[in-house]
């Protein structure tokens, strides 16, 4: 007899465990915060694999080639690569590919081949998905997307400086009075105040500034 029943939708079950664990379907509590984009997790674990985004950590290694990854998921789908039928050798160094087009791509490393072509400036690339970042500076595209507010940004660099006025995160911190900038170049000019450098002088009168 099913005598534990779900106040949201009626299913029953025979055990109060089996009950609190069905409810997580309904609302899980995000209660794991990241600090660095706001973003929060049901699970610590959850954040701890998230985290790696920012941080660029690789914990999980590949004992035969050395590669490095962020999750085990990925790792384990890589290590296929060794045990799996590859058809496709290099003749120059003698490393294998799952497929022609991999190999294809790697023998320019040996060749030095650079067959795309930028059309506007004539620099050329060994992949297409090169040339298609460097148009960028010529366009002027932004392909970095803020998931906050949807500002677009040229770089990742631009990108994580822009996030921090969302989250707040303020990771420069004056070793002297212990205020907190959210730029490194910030922080820079804010040292002057304690060791009195001016390192701006005015080109008409001569005196000389903390801040341009």
């Known amino acids: ?6 106040d949201i939708c009626d299913k029953s079950f025979s055990t109060s465990s089996e009950l609190s664990r069905h409810r997580h379907i309904h609302k899980v509590e995000k209660s794991f915060p990241c600090d660095v984009c706001g973003k929060s997790f049901s699970r610590n674990s959850e954040l701890t694999r998230h985290k790696r985004i920012h941080t660029g950590e690789k914990p999980y290694h590949c004992d035969t080639c050395g590669k490095s990854f962020s999750q085990r998921g990925p790792l384990i789908r890589h290590k296929c ?30 060749t030095g081949e650079k067959p795309y072509h930028c059309d506007i400036c004539g620099k050329s690339f060994s ?30 660099s631009k990108l994580t400086v822009h996030k921090r006025f969302h989250t707040g995160e303020k990771p420069f911190q004056c070793d002297t009075c212990g205020k907190s900038f959210s730029i490194s170049s910030h922080l820079t000019a804010h040292k002057y105040i304690h060791t009195g450098v001016k390192p701006y002088p005015c080109n008409i009168c001569g005196k000389s500034f903390a801040v341009r």
């Open 1 to 6: 007899e099913k005598t534990y029943h779900c």
């Open 81 to 110: 690569i060794h045990t799996s039928k590859r058809s496709y050798d290099c003749d120059i160094c003698g490393k294998s590919f799952s497929k022609s087009s991999i190999l294809t791509t790697h023998i320019r490393s040996h």
């Open 127 to 156: 992949r297409s998905g090169h040339l298609n970042i460097h148009k960028y500076i010529h366009t002027g595209g932004q392909p970095y997307h803020c998931d906050i507010c949807g500002k677009s940004m040229s770089s990742i």
